[in-house]
């Protein structure tokens, strides 16, 4: 009977001690709980946002600014330009092309986009050899980007050139297929959307992408009903604010720089005209940026929101056009002469 009683007794001791380490388990466990929901709903993250300690998750989280970032970039000088006193970009902008908004105060007054002492570098006629890689040197030890306009006769005689100037950084749009006026009467309307559709094209097969929709008419000789058609391709017009008459006989590399910089400090600010496809403009290019930069004008880079869409016909086309054995085996000085040119 005392046996027993003993028995029972330390079965109870042993019940009441398994109860208390259960109970004190659980409590435990309970306190844990918080931090096992938290590991659980971490798991769905990405591997990137997964892999942050809780500590690195809370600093990212705080850091989070209450509105998206403006989808505008800043890049004053970027990490890879070498000159500490370099021009660069102060300002990069991203222009919807929707129904063709046309640029430069020479034809557009709506859209002024530019803030004093703000100026756009534009290139236009090239790529061609020599001159449009001596003007990506320049820019490029500036660590400044231009807007370039090529036309599509050049783009298919150097398309490796073009290829450059994209991987530059800088943008590409068309200034149609063979620098055509497109005001002149001897053009009928299809002939001059033609040159649009074809010079696009052209800039397409050399870049291998889409460029800019981006368009400026050769001697800026604006076309109302292409103006028109330019809107329902929702392709952007360029103008200029100001000329640097860098493709006239008399022209120099010192005169290239006066007259912007003369122009310049009349207006203020402005899209500046200038051509890759000149020795003059090559040669100003370095002493010219030099110049923006001690007067402290401020490079702002154009951008499209996104490519253009060319026409597939036009593309065929030009694809079937240039496997014809005919005209790569002819030399390019007997196909094209610069006739006239701004
Ligand atoms: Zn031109």
Redesign the pocket.
């Known amino acids: 009977m005392r046996g027993a009683l003993g028995l029972m007794l330390a079965s109870l001791v042993a019940a009441v001690l398994i109860c208390g380490v259960w109970l004190f388990t659980s409590s435990r466990a309970q306190q844990n709980a918080p931090q096992t929901v938290a590991a659980r709903m971490a798991d769905p993250l990405p591997p990137a946002a997964a892999k942050l300690s809780p500590k690195d998750d809370v600093t990212v989280t705080a850091a989070l600014p209450e509105k998206p970032a403006a989808p505008v970039a800043v890049a004053q000088k970027p990490s890879s330009c070498a000159n500490p006193d370099a021009l660069g970009v102060s300002r990069v902008v991203e222009i919807d092309p929707t129904g063709g908004p046309g640029f430069g105060f020479e034809h557009f007054k709506q859209l002024d986009f530019l803030g004093d002492k703000e100026v756009v570098l534009t290139f236009?006629?090239g790529p061609w050899p020599g001159n449009t890689p001596a003007v990506l040197k320049a820019l490029e030890d500036e660590c400044t980007k231009g807007l370039f306009?090529a036309?599509g006769k050049h783009a298919m005689y150097h398309p490796e050139i073009l290829k450059q100037v994209l991987a530059a950084g800088h943008t590409v749009g068309a200034?149609t297929w063979s620098?055509a006026n497109l005001n002149s009467k001897k053009l009928s309307e299809q002939q001059a959307k033609d040159e649009v559709e074809k010079g696009f094209s052209a800039v397409k097969l050399a870049l291998g992408t889409n460029p800019a929709p981006f368009f400026?008419f050769?001697?800026l000789q604006h076309n109302p009903a292409v103006m028109t058609y330019l809107g329902t391709r929702n392709i952007a017009m360029f103008s200029c604010d100001l000329d640097s008459f860098d493709?006239k006989k008399n022209s120099s590399a010192d005169k290239v720089v006066q007259t912007v910089m003369g122009k310049l400090d009349k207006l203020g600010k402005g899209i500046i005209l200038m051509?890759d496809?000149q020795k003059h403009t090559a040669d100003a290019l370095p002493t010219l940026l030099r110049r923006l930069k001690e007067g402290g004008y401020k490079v702002v880079q154009v951008t499209a929101k996104a490519p253009v869409t060319t026409l597939p016909d036009y593309d065929e086309a030009l694809t079937r056009e240039l496997k014809v054995p005919a005209v790569s085996a002819r030399p390019v000085s007997t196909v094209v002469q610069t006739v006239s040119?701004?």
């Open positions: 236009d006629d306009f036309i200034h620098h400026r050769p001697e493709y051509h496809f040119q701004r």
